[in-house]
């Protein structure tokens, strides 16, 4: 888990790095704390598609990009 700064908010979050932990995501996961997800990285920018099989808890997304 690493800790990341967005404007002014802070996040602890998971990083998806591997196409593993991409394809499990938060899958089976009952609850999430407060400021806690999971990061998404791509070695390129590239269209992706995100699905929520077995997603249990309600998810924001948010799209970064290199710039």
């Given at each position: ?22 394809e ?8 999430l704390?407060?400021?806690?997800g ?14 929520m099989?077995?997603t ?12």
């Amino acid at each position: 888990m690493i800790n990341i700064k967005l404007g002014n908010k802070e996040f602890n979050v998971d990083v998806a790095d591997t196409s593993e932990k991409k394809e499990k995501g938060l899958m089976d996961i009952k609850e999430l704390p407060k400021n806690q997800g999971m990061l998404f990285i791509w070695d390129t920018p590239q269209h992706v598609d995100m699905w929520m099989h077995n997603t249990l808890i309600p998810l924001d997304i948010i799209f970064i990009n290199e710039d």
